[in-house]
């Protein structure tokens, strides 16, 4: 006897069966019954969503969803724009991960010296971390140095420099109380010859003042400084007495060199093209009162009248 054919159980969507039942070959007069789906009711779409019977794209990646290409007709400046905000949406993503990123790579150290990656580089190598070795060594001295909402609030490049201006300063491990207590910052300039404090000063700043200092750390010979000093004071003294009221001096590196810089208030140096000249003038007859070799080249110039 021939056994019936199977066929599979009707299944509805969302059910799971894998029963089977036989059934018999169809009398041909009898047409086949034919099981309609469920239609689900469409739902208006929200205002401004996408058109009815448009499938919404499934992402390829499960990356942010900030938008990577722009509108079209931009011009440059709209694009310039469009791509600047775009950038300050992922800074703000890595502004609040950064942290965690730390604290993470922290919790491995331990094991990792002890499965014999003597330092972070190896470690991460070791461990596939897919970061730089560079950026897991500064995103764990934050982490360790500060508590993660003065991290994320104050950003990764000011608290990391931070931690490398307290260890210049043999301070290591103070980063945190240095900014709670606003302190003032060796090496640090406002432009008027003043330090700045710990709140106030940006990253960039904050690492002018490290090199600064570690230039201070390998400096010449005392004698040699001394005579530096002598001259950034001596270039003030004239400074002022030339018109250039409040004049203050330091000596920074530039250019990678020792220099002498004369910082004036912008107000002295607006009145500078009144004042100079008579300052001049007056510095003149000063000198000239107390050197007579000065004196007499100032009245061969015709700045002096001669004796009569």
Known sequence: MARPPFVIGTRLPGAISSAVTPRPEPVPSTPPVVTERAVRPRVAPPAGGPAPGVVAPIPSTLEPPIPRVPPAGLDSQQLTDWVRARLAEHEGLRARSFWETGHLIALLLPRGRSAGAKDIKELVERAELGIAHMTAQKYVMVARSFEREIAVRTGIEKCYALTVYAKAIGREGQAAKILRENELIDGSDDGRGRRLRAADISGVKL??????????????????????????????????????????????????????????????????????????????????????????????????????
């Open 207 to 308: 690492r002018e003042a490290i090199r600064l200092l570690k230039g201070a750390s390998t400096a010449p010979p005392t004698e040699v400084q001394r005579e530096r000093e002598a001259a950034a004071k001596t270039a003030q003294a004239y400074a002022r007495k030339l018109g250039m009221t409040k004049a203050v001096a330091r000596l920074v590196r530039h250019g990678g060199e020792t220099k002498v810089a004369i910082y004036l208030p912008l107000g002295a140096a607006a009145n500078l093209e009144a004042k100079a000249p008579l300052a001049a003038l007056d510095l003149v007859a000063k000198l000239s009162r107390t050197d007579t070799a000065f004196a007499a080249l100032a009245r061969d110039r015709g700045l002096l009248r001669r004796a009569a």
